[in-house]
């Protein structure tokens, strides 16, 4: 029964232990008595963990932000996303121009560039998939998690920062990833009706 | 047994130490005997832990090998606040009833 104790804090078990250890000496073994100690070092290993969540003061408009190492470089970050999605943004642009809005002799000048640009699998997946990674990188600095115990209460916070440079990428990117996923699934349908 | 209810083993273990200072066993019997609830070794020093560290009990020189607590003057006006607060639900509650 005392190997039970070791279930406990260790804090609470420096200060606390030989005391239980010597009660259960005394007190006749029985099974309500083990699910009282199960329950307790349940209960201590609870407090011992909100103990360890940081004490914020009582907040005037909301706990603050936990600044995480990436929102100390927000420009940085949005030119990365930016040079990341721009391989994918000229070919949709290219194609657009060529294909879409056909302008004369376009499609004929970059086909075979294009045929020659896509032919390796990886590319495609690196122009799809661009736009998803970039996204994540742009928006990374902009979002913030906070938590912490604020008025004896816990407290979670999403914070959002609104950076021009990143949002305009965000955008570039969500512009750019909902073309390609049409594109596909225009062309997984036309592939069905055949 | 929720805080503040008769129940309450921070509120009994308060109540067994007004009567004067006791170690961990004297603690249970004397729950056993006032309240006859028996309070497993878990709960009582969960609450004997709570209340130590809002400083409404302290430890005393160890006695042998047992540890005996006593109420702090904190301890004492808190459990008579509690205790009022009872008090004055406990009477509007039975004098209702015996209206009912």
Redesign the interface.
């Known amino acids: 029964m005392k190997r039970l104790l070791r279930l406990y804090p260790s804090a609470?078990r420096a200060?606390?232990e030989?005391?239980?250890a010597?009660?259960?000496d005394?007190?006749p073994t029985n099974r309500?008595?083990l699910?009282?100690?199960?329950?307790?070092?349940v209960?201590?290993r609870a407090r011992a963990a909100w103990r360890l969540l940081p004490v914020n003061p009582v907040p005037a408009g909301g706990p603050p932000m936990l600044e995480h190492p990436l929102q100390r470089h927000p420009t940085s970050l949005a030119l990365l996303a930016l040079v990341m999605v721009t391989p994918t943004f000229l070919f949709v642009f290219v194609s657009l121009l060529a294909y879409q809005i056909s302008v004369p002799g376009l499609a004929t000048a970059v086909e075979p560039a294009l045929q020659a640009l896509t032919a390796p699998g990886w590319v495609d997946l690196f122009l799809l998939g661009a736009p998803f990674v970039a996204f994540l990188v742009a928006v990374l600095p902009l979002v913030g998690l906070g938590w912490g115990r604020t008025d004896g209460e816990l407290h979670l916070t999403l914070s959002l920062r609104a950076r021009a440079l990143n949002l305009a990428v965000l955008v570039l990117c969500v512009l750019l990833g909902g073309l390609l996923i049409g594109h596909l699934i225009t062309e997984f349908m036309y592939e069905a009706a055949r | 047994m929720t805080e503040g209810s008769g129940r309450d083993p921070g509120l009994l273990v308060l109540i067994s130490l007004a009567g004067g200072p006791k170690?961990?066993?004297a603690i249970?019997l004397d729950v056993a005997g006032f309240a006859g609830l028996r309070l497993?070794?878990?709960?009582?020093?969960?609450a004997?832990?709570r209340l130590e560290e809002s400083g409404l009990i302290e430890a005393l020189p160890l006695d042998g090998?047992?540890?005996p607590y006593r109420l702090t003057g904190a301890g004492a006006a808190s459990l008579r606040g509690r205790l009022t607060g009872l008090d004055v639900a406990v009477r509007v509650g039975l004098r209702r009833i015996q209206a009912a």
């Open positions: 609470w200060r606390y030989a005391e239980v010597e009660l259960l005394e007190l309500s008595m699910l009282d100690l199960i329950r307790g070092a209960v201590e | 170690h961990g066993h249970l497993g070794p878990g709960t009582l020093y969960g004997l832990a090998r047992r540890q």
